[in-house]
């Protein structure tokens, strides 16, 4: 079970942390990963990090966000800084005991998937 919090409200060019506790799970092997929907849109990945800790973002986060985890609290991270107001969606995190590198992108390869925090960036 994943539980994701830590969205909310804020302008553009702030700064937001979610975090994604997950539970009855043996954390350190898991793939984590971050997406985002949009209304109207598609669920859209938003960055990963695999069990190796190498990280893996969209192109049109990278340099902004950071995705972390402390395997001690089964917990993973995503910093986000200069949030920009088409960053504004719903936020889901994501778990996979099984991901290949070629599919982290892919939000049909996650088996688990919290319930989603909003964050909105008002311009």
């Known amino acids: 079970q994943l539980q994701a919090c830590g969205g909310g409200a804020v302008q553009a060019g702030g700064f937001l942390r979610l975090s994604c506790a997950a539970s009855g799970r043996t954390f350190s092997g898991y793939t984590m990963a971050w997406f985002r929907q949009a209304p109207g849109n598609e669920r859209e990945f938003v960055a990963a990090?695999?069990?190796?800790?190498?990280?893996y973002y969209v192109d049109s986060v990278t340099g902004r966000f950071t995705i972390s985890r402390d395997n001690a609290k089964k917990t993973t991270y995503l910093q986000m800084k200069t949030l920009k107001p088409e960053g504004t969606a719903v936020y889901y995190c994501a778990a996979s005991s099984s991901v290949i590198l070629s599919n982290v992108r892919n939000p049909g390869a996650y088996k688990d998937w919290g319930q989603g925090t909003q964050v909105t960036v008002s311009s």
């Open positions: 990090m695999r069990w190796n800790d190498h990280a």
